[in-house]
């Protein structure tokens, strides 16, 4: 990895067109479908639940035709907190109850404790995963699509939605902008002479290495949406207020029995005994 | 019939430009019929993009009309119309596409005309046929090359329907098979029945349109045919322009050409009406250029490999064992397509990639050993980018050309080194240093990035596109610019889309096709190998193909000689020669 490359290589927010039968699913499915599993992921309190929530996330993603590991490369980053909040809970936590393995002062090691940091672990892990997946299977623009549709009867209480779902795709498009311009810019300072060669060093450093970029970056930015607005302009964008859409999503027997399943595993895991 | 587009008087001044100062554009008056091939010339700020926006009603007369199929520009309602029927295409295609999927931006226009889906749905897919899009229709646009892109700009336009379509020196930044392929296309849409208008600063381009208009400080100075625009020498040089080369050489040598007429005629028929040589016999005259073999090698690469965000699904090849030399004081070229990783090599001299794979050195500065010294490194090979004039990230010429030596030296002297490097390049120290970079000129602009580098006084130049986007007259100063450090000892290594810069300034050339380094040569040598460029993207320089042509009818024209001003002393001499015996 070059220390100018912004793109954010993270696994989450990548889409990964492989084609599956979980791709083409109406994007209308996935956001509702997702968004079940997901509030029940949250709020289930049993580790069976949210372990039959992490077993079916990880079906998904080998439905989805995603290696498995390439997945699991998006658990890293966020490692490091979750081990904390678990370490937290194993000594903190609340309600020992009655089978404490040692105890100091306010500190009380219990398997209560030990329990409940597993189940916070494995509900992050699950979710992390979950939210992986939808992004791998589901590309922005089906995202805005699904959007769009979903939020389409605000549209008859005066809410502008289209406006907004052009902001988020206009938004959407900036990102690798930034990137892009970020590392230029950068490297365009590091190449008369800034220090962002060699070893970075330390936190406070790489701090000041950003500042000089942030003016630039603000500069070329206006100057691009300048043009994307004329560009914009110059293919008749605002011309009525409710554009049309190329995409006409129907929604089949496919779709309605996926959001079906998905409810029954969400319900399961909201609802599976706890132990 | 009504004209497609009639332009009435326009007279145009930039918000909050005063009445003192002469306005954008003067008093232009002309129309354009339907089917018409129009190329706009003029230098860099004269005008031709403030025209351009007004034909679409991007912008608004401040006096005088632009009527668009009689409807006026001024007119917000029949704007949806007035851009239905004439699209444009940027220069900078990153910056006009909207939607993050490919198919999704072609659409983007359609579904502002609020189209019906399936509607839409075909002339998405037309547009991306006409374009050879359609295999990479799913694909994400900031994952595609720039000729590509190029494309989807334009699929986005057809996707439109329109009757006329604008290109914004489309092909300024394209490399030549990349533009090649612009060229066509616009000579398809236009036999398709398709108003075409394109913006260009490449001569040899303005010769496929059938009308030339100049614009020169905002005025229409000359509407015409190209061959009449081109037979006008103090006009064009007036204007800030060239004729194409091949035109001009015509001019220096009618006789060689008996039986064409026109100065812009066909290059292959110009090349077939060359006469066979009577004259005697030669042995051409070999200029004393010996080898460079037995020079010392200024920098060295061996087998260097590099991947882009290796190790994700996103990785991409940018170099395959890439190999090279460049010999000492020895100025060198390197050529490729889009994509064939000449940015990425010219940056790893910078020391801003380090090898994954394989060794360089530059200078005594080995790159692949652990303690390298970045900051030396960059004070030896300077690195002038691609667009610099993109990425000022100060608001005075003075401050930005300061950066860099602030930053390698310290504030002792610094004013006596961003004088020196100002003037090296011909900007005037008292006249420019106080002035805001954003308003300066194309060229001159050019000029500040390139004093920016030559501050800090690198042993290396090291130049990315210099030349790209510059018309003509600029061009040529930054040319000169470039020979003249030569000549005082900083090594030049440039890389180019534009042969006839390469055949003037190298004498070593690096071909990279695909990440690979097919050949380094001798620009000559190279230049000669009329396959190995075509399959690598590029063309010949229209200066060798010449010599080609002469060779081939007997002209013992010398095989080193690939500038046309080499050529033309040649034939002056043969010629000259002949009359003496």
């Given amino acids: 990895m070059s220390e100018f490359e912004f793109l954010p290589s993270a696994t989450i927010g990548q889409y990964i067109p492989t084609g599956s039968v979980l791709h083409r699913m109406d994007p209308r499915a996935k956001i509702v479908g997702f968004g079940l599993m997901m509030l029940a992921i949250t709020f289930s309190t049993s580790k069976i639940g949210v372990g039959i929530g992490l077993i079916a996330v990880i079906a998904g993603i080998l439905l989805s035709r995603i290696p498995l590991k390439f997945a699991l490369k998006g658990l890293l980053p966020p490692l490091p907190f979750m081990i904390i909040i678990a370490v937290l809970q194993f000594f903190f936590y609340p309600n020992p109850g009655t089978s404490i393995i040692f105890r100091l002062g306010p500190v009380v090691l219990s398997v209560a404790g030990i329990l409940s940091g597993i189940l916070i672990i494995l509900r992050f892990f699950t979710l992390i995963l979950a939210i992986s997946l939808m992004s791998f299977v589901t590309s922005t623009s089906e995202m805005i699509h699904g959007l769009q549709k979903l939020l389409t009867p605000l549209n008859r209480i005066g809410i502008p939605t289209m406006d907004f779902v052009m902001v988020i795709q206009v938004t959407l498009r900036f990102i690798p902008f930034l990137a892009q311009s970020a590392e230029r810019i950068a490297k365009a300072q590091a190449s008369r002479g800034a220090e962002w060669g060699g070893k970075s060093k330390g936190l406070v450093s790489r701090v000041r290495q950003i500042i000089p970029l942030i003016i630039p970056l603000f500069t070329t930015s206006l100057r691009r949406s300048e043009t994307m607005a004329l560009a914009m302009d110059a293919r008749a964008y605002g011309f009525k207020a409710n554009r049309t859409s190329m995409f006409e999503y129907t929604f089949n027997w496919r779709d309605a029995l996926f959001i079906l399943a998905l409810l029954a595993i969400a319900a399961t895991t909201l609802f599976a005994p706890k132990i | ?581």
């Fill in chain 2, 1 to 581: 019939m009504n004209p497609l587009i009639q332009v009435d008087h326009l007279v145009y001044r930039h918000p909050g430009s005063g009445e003192a100062l002469a306005p954008a554009l003067n008093d232009i008056h002309f129309k354009i019929d339907e089917g018409e091939f129009i190329a706009l010339v003029g230098a860099n700020g004269s005008g031709k993009t403030t025209l351009a926006r007004h034909l679409n009603a991007l912008l608004q007369p401040t006096s005088g009309k632009v009527l668009v199929r009689g409807m006026d520009t001024r007119d917000i309602a029949s704007h949806p119309q007035i851009r239905a029927n004439v699209g444009m295409v940027f220069q900078h295609p990153e910056d006009q596409i909207v939607a993050t999927v490919v198919e999704e931006d072609v659409a983007f226009g359609p579904e502002n005309l609020c189209r019906l889906p399936k509607v839409i749905r075909e002339e998405v897919d037309q547009a991306l046929e006409l374009v050879n899009m359609s295999e990479q229709k799913r694909r994400e646009p900031h994952l595609l090359s720039a000729g590509q892109m190029q494309r989807v700009a334009l699929a986005g336009v057809l996707a439109m329907q329109p009757q006329c379509i604008i290109f914004d020196e489309t092909t300024a930044m394209l490399d030549p098979a990349g533009r090649r392929d612009v060229l066509n296309r616009m000579a398809d849409l236009n036999r398709m029945g398709i108003t075409v208008i394109f913006i260009t600063h490449f001569m040899e381009e303005v010769i496929l349109g059938r009308r030339a208009l100049l614009l020169d400080g905002g005025k229409l100075t000359f509407d015409g045919s190209p061959q009449a625009l081109f037979s006008d020498a103090e006009l064009i040089t007036r204007s800030g322009l060239e004729q194409p080369a091949a035109t001009r050489f015509y001019y220096r040598f009618p006789f060689l050409f008996p039986g064409i007429k026109s100065p812009t005629a066909d290059f292959n028929q110009l090349l077939e009406s060359i006469p066979v040589y009577e004259g005697t016999l030669k042995a051409p005259a070999r200029p004393a250029t010996a080898g460079t073999d037995n020079l010392p090698n200024e920098i060295e690469i061996r087998d260097l490999s590099h991947v882009y965000m290796e190790g994700t699904p996103l990785a991409q090849t940018a170099l395959v064992n890439v190999s090279l030399d460049v010999k000492k004081n020895i100025p060198h070229g390197l050529v490729g397509a889009t994509g064939s990783g000449k940015s990425t090599l010219l940056q790893h001299l910078n020391g801003l990639y380090r090898p994954q794979h394989g060794h360089m050195r530059v200078g005594q500065f080995d790159l692949t050993s652990a303690d390298l010294d970045v900051k030396g490194l960059r004070r030896y090979a300077g690195l002038v980018f691609q667009n610099p004039e993109l990425y000022f990230f100060e608001q005075y010429v003075g401050d930005e050309i300061a950066y860099g030596p602030r930053m390698m030296y310290g504030a002792e002297g610094l004013r006596e080194r961003v004088r020196w490097a100002m003037e090296l390049v011909g900007l005037d120290f008292e006249g420019f240093k106080d002035r805001i970079t954003s308003t300066l000129s194309g060229g001159e602009m050019r000029k500040v990035a390139l004093a920016s580098t030559l501050a800090i006084r690198p042993s290396i130049l090291v130049l990315d596109e210099p030349t790209a986007g510059l018309d003509p007259r600029s061009r040529r100063n930054l040319l000169g610019n470039l020979q003249q450090l030569q000549g005082e000892g900083v090594q030049i290594l440039f890389s180019s889309h534009n042969m006839d810069d390469i055949a003037e300034m190298v004498q070593n050339l690096t071909v990279l096709s695909k990440g690979e380094s097919l050949v380094t040569q001798p620009v000559y040598e190279a230049f000669t190998d009329r396959q190995m460029l075509l399959g690598a993207g590029l063309e010949q320089p229209t200066s060798v193909r010449l010599a080609q042509g002469l060779r081939y009818r007997g002209w013992p024209i010398s095989p080193t000689s690939v500038t046309l001003r080499a050529i033309a002393d040649e034939v002056t001499n043969l010629v000259d020669g002949g009359s003496d015996e």
